[in-house]
């Protein structure tokens, strides 16, 4: 068996690597952009909102981050398949591919339009799988990388009190794809890897945490006793690209602040 020498801190070390991270304008997106350049990643930033993506990339430069930026509807396969094509043969093999673009809506399932299905279906599932095959064709060729996906503890609990039918369901969705994945790619030495957080203060959930009907029970329900931090998702996100998880693929990952423990 060949031995790793234990110089721990070089496990994190992500020095000339590149990292893809779709959604990454906004919340959890954003925060693993910064703790991926932080641990010497090249980040390279998808986005369906191209005025978004240019003022953090602003807001990079001022952080001495320099970012490429791609406009990209995840929910379009071709797309997304000439994206991966173009920044690869313009950025350099992708080493680290994050898959945080995402959607959620709140509405009890007889109460759920079609298009609104349809849509978090489309951006949350089908996002994900054209993605991960689009940098995964790459990767799977010059046997190297790592797949990270943004799951949730919605994937594997019903949450409560609100009803959202379409938001757990592809979560769980996501899982199960990171899963069979990481089972076809693990002999291209390809890990895929999925994050499952609980309640984390973003965008997302600003408007739900403004409702005490709901972010009392959420916080009543969460041992902590709090919302997560985008950043203590953003870590572990960089532990799931580094070789200090090396050893890991087709693991689902709860960061829930103990909701799930109950």
């Not at 064709?137 to 039918?165: D, E, F, K, T, Y």
């Not at 994945?181 to 203060?201: D, H, M, Q, S």
Request: hydrophobic share 45%; aromatic share 8%; with cysteine.
């Amino acid at each position: 068996m060949n031995s790793i020498p234990p110089v721990y801190p070089d496990f994190f070390d992500l020095s000339g690597t590149r990292a893809v991270v779709t959604g990454g304008a906004s919340g959890i997106g954003y925060e693993s952009v910064r703790a991926l350049a932080q641990c010497g990643a090249r980040p390279i930033l998808l986005d369906h909102d191209i005025d978004a993506l240019k003022r953090v990339q602003n807001q990079l430069h001022d952080e001495k981050i320099d970012a490429a930026i791609y406009r990209v509807d995840v929910t379009d396969a071709e797309a997304v398949r000439r994206v991966a094509d173009e920044i690869v043969a313009k950025e350099g093999p992708i080493d680290t591919l994050v898959n945080s673009a995402g959607i959620a809506h709140l509405n009890s399932a007889l109460d759920t339009p079609d298009e609104e299905w349809h849509q978090v279906m489309d951006i949350n599932v089908n996002g994900t799988f054209w993605t991960s095959c689009a940098f995964g064709r790459h990767m799977v060729a010059r046997r190297a990388g790592s797949i990270v996906n943004l799951g949730s503890m919605s994937g594997v609990i019903v949450n409560r009190p609100q009803c959202a039918a379409s938001y757990m369901a592809s979560k769980g969705a996501v899982h199960m794809l990171t899963k069979a994945l990481a089972t076809e790619w693990a002999k291209y030495k390809v890990r895929v890897n999925a994050l499952a957080p609980g309640y984390i203060g973003t965008e997302m959930t600003l408007a739900m945490r403004a409702r005490p009907e709901l972010f009392d029970v959420w916080m009543d329900m969460t041992p902590m006793g709090r919302c997560g931090e985008p950043a203590e998702i953003a870590s572990a996100v960089v532990f799931l690209a580094s070789r200090a998880s090396s050893y890991m693929t087709g693991s689902i990952v709860p960061i829930d602040g103990g909701y799930t423990s109950w």
